[in-house]
């Protein structure tokens, strides 16, 4: 098999100075300042990387580097400590949402999604229904307010993008352990659940969706023949607990029993899924026996997996560029990749479907050996082999994300 050699980033366009006061620091600087949820601020920050793409450094040069980013991501937006409701854009009284649970000490963080549709749905009612359990489980609980109340509120209007830099700015605040943030929610609280926490599974130790399924498609006899794009693949390490009535009016069992069968599927193709299903009769469109508490005792004890030896990522949001050890300068929307560790040693496998051009594999020490050689297979034909090294520009497009399990130092970029 042909050798490929080690491809950078892009091209070099600055000249490299180690160290705060260095010449990029500034391009650190701006790379945080830009907005990476518009379209304006993505290709910003991608000019930003492509300068800094060919900035090579030792190992014990770039985790310091690393440190530095992860500390600049400390001097964030924080959020108000105290129990109570907010706006988050005060002066236009926009982006209604509740602090409650514990804001002492939390031991984690639960992101609780309302019901409602068009029209209709409030924060107050997440809050009324959800705080006493989450307070018992002594988390900090958020209750945002969708943005625009529509039938998919929580992926409408900006509504996503919010709910992640809520999540985000917690972390900070409360000093959190990202490995217990946790989504749940009902009715269209419990889509919320499903679909957010598919988009961004990496960063979620489980999500608990009750009475509310993810989107699904339908031929013209309205029977059901998928689940929208971007939610059943991306599911593969993050636990899901489901709660349904099989008696709801409101919202039939129908799009919960289908996805869970996708997700039995997707299990046997592709090994992982923590998924468990319950289902009763009697409850209406109302909360589970023993009430929501009941529910969230399901995933009180789970964690986050930080470091999957298989990634299956069906990107669907031009501005989520990163799933686990896999990293997408400019995600091609619904195109599936599933990358896997071994069986060999310092093999990285990937099965990939559609155009994925500008997709990394980023180098995780936990799961293979970064000093040694390493071998990448792309649709069994292989794509690089060689000893990589690490760049600023991945040093700052993961570390920025202040998430120091998540964070790299070095990348292989896929032709």
């Given at each position: 098999?042909?050798?490929?050699?080690?491809?950078?980033?892009?091209?070099?366009?600055?000249?490299?100075?180690?160290?705060?006061?260095?010449?990029?620091?500034?391009?650190?600087?701006?790379?945080?300042?830009?907005?990476?949820?518009?379209?304006?601020?993505?290709?910003?920050?991608?000019?930003?990387?492509?300068?800094?793409?060919?900035?090579?450094?030792?190992?014990?040069?770039?985790?310091k580097?690393?440190?530095?980013?992860?500390?600049?991501?400390?001097?964030?937006?924080?959020l108000?400590?105290?129990?109570?409701?907010?706006?988050?854009?005060?002066?236009?009284?926009?982006?209604?949402?509740?602090?409650?649970?514990?804001?002492?000490?939390?031991?984690?963080?639960?992101l609780c999604?309302?019901?409602?549709?068009?029209?209709?749905?409030?924060?107050?009612?997440a809050?009324?229904?959800?705080d006493?359990?989450l307070?018992d489980?002594?988390?900090l609980?958020l209750?945002?307010?969708?943005?625009?109340?529509?039938?998919c509120?929580?992926?409408?209007?900006?509504?996503?993008?919010?709910?992640?830099?809520?999540?985000?700015?917690?972390?900070?605040?409360?000093?959190?352990?990202?490995?217990?943030v946790y989504?749940?929610?009902?009715?269209?609280?419990g889509y919320?659940?499903?679909?957010?926490?598919?988009?961004?599974?990496?960063?979620?130790?489980?999500?608990?969706?009750?009475?509310?399924?993810?989107?699904?498609?339908m031929?013209?006899?309205k029977?059901?023949?998928?689940?929208?794009?971007?939610?059943?693949?991306n599911?593969?390490?993050?636990?899901?607990?489901?709660?349904q009535s099989?008696?709801?009016?409101?919202?039939?069992?129908?799009?919960?029993r289908?996805?869970?069968?996708?997700?039995?599927?997707?299990?046997?193709?592709?090994?992982?899924?923590?998924?468990?299903?319950?289902?009763?009769?009697?409850?209406?469109?109302g909360?589970?026996?023993?009430?929501?508490?009941?529910?969230?005792?399901?995933?009180?004890?789970?964690?986050?997996?930080?470091?999957?030896?298989?990634?299956?990522?069906?990107?669907?949001?031009a501005?989520?560029?990163?799933?686990y050890?896999?990293?997408?300068e400019?995600?091609?929307?619904?195109?599936?990749?599933?990358?896997?560790i071994?069986?060999?040693?310092?093999?990285?496998?990937l099965t990939?479907?559609?155009?994925?051009?500008?997709?990394c594999?980023?180098v995780?020490?936990?799961?293979v050996?970064?000093?040694?050689?390493l071998?990448?297979?792309?649709?069994?034909?292989?794509?690089?082999?060689?000893?990589?090294?690490?760049?600023?520009?991945?040093?700052?497009a993961?570390?920025?994300?202040g998430?120091?399990?998540?964070?790299?130092?070095?990348?292989?970029?896929?032709?």
């Amino acid at each position: 098999m042909s050798v490929i050699p080690l491809l950078t980033f892009c091209l070099a366009l600055v000249p490299f100075q180690s160290g705060a006061k260095g010449g990029h620091a500034a391009r650190i600087e701006a790379y945080f300042a830009a907005d990476a949820k518009t379209a304006e601020g993505q290709r910003e920050r991608r000019a930003i990387l492509r300068e800094l793409g060919s900035v090579e450094l030792t190992p014990a040069a770039a985790e310091k580097e690393l440190a530095g980013v992860l500390k600049r991501w400390e001097k964030g937006r924080t959020l108000e400590k105290k129990s109570g409701q907010r706006h988050y854009w005060e002066e236009e009284k926009r982006g209604f949402y509740i602090v409650g649970g514990n804001t002492k000490k939390p031991k984690g963080l639960a992101l609780c999604m309302h019901g409602g549709g068009k029209g209709s749905g409030d924060a107050s009612s997440a809050h009324g229904s959800y705080d006493g359990a989450l307070s018992d489980l002594d988390w900090l609980a958020l209750y945002p307010e969708v943005l625009e109340k529509t039938e998919c509120g929580w992926t409408d209007s900006g509504t996503e993008e919010w709910v992640m830099e809520l999540v985000e700015n917690a972390r900070r605040t409360w000093k959190l352990d990202p490995d217990r943030v946790y989504l749940c929610g009902h009715s269209m609280g419990g889509y919320g659940s499903w679909t957010l926490g598919a988009h961004h599974a990496d960063q979620l130790a489980a999500v608990a969706p009750s009475a509310g399924g993810p989107t699904p498609l339908m031929d013209r006899s309205k029977a059901i023949i998928g689940i929208v794009e971007g939610v059943i693949p991306n599911l593969r390490n993050l636990a899901v607990r489901i709660y349904q009535s099989g008696d709801d009016p409101q919202v039939p069992p129908d799009a919960n029993r289908f996805a869970v069968k996708e997700l039995e599927k997707a299990k046997a193709l592709w090994g992982g899924y923590d998924f468990e299903y319950w289902e009763v009769n009697g409850e209406g469109h109302g909360a589970p026996p023993g009430g929501f508490g009941a529910h969230l005792a399901k995933i009180a004890e789970l964690t986050r997996t930080t470091h999957p030896d298989t990634v299956v990522w069906q990107p669907t949001l031009a501005w989520k560029l990163q799933s686990y050890w896999l990293y997408w300068e400019e995600p091609v929307k619904n195109s599936l990749v599933v990358a896997r560790i071994g069986p060999e040693k310092n093999t990285i496998r990937l099965t990939t479907t559609g155009d994925v051009r500008g997709l990394c594999v980023l180098v995780d020490p936990k799961l293979v050996d970064p000093k040694k050689e390493l071998y990448v297979y792309k649709n069994e034909l292989e794509v690089y082999r060689g000893i990589p090294v690490p760049d600023l520009a991945t040093v700052l497009a993961t570390g920025a994300r202040g998430d120091p399990a998540l964070a790299y130092t070095t990348r292989i970029r896929l032709p």
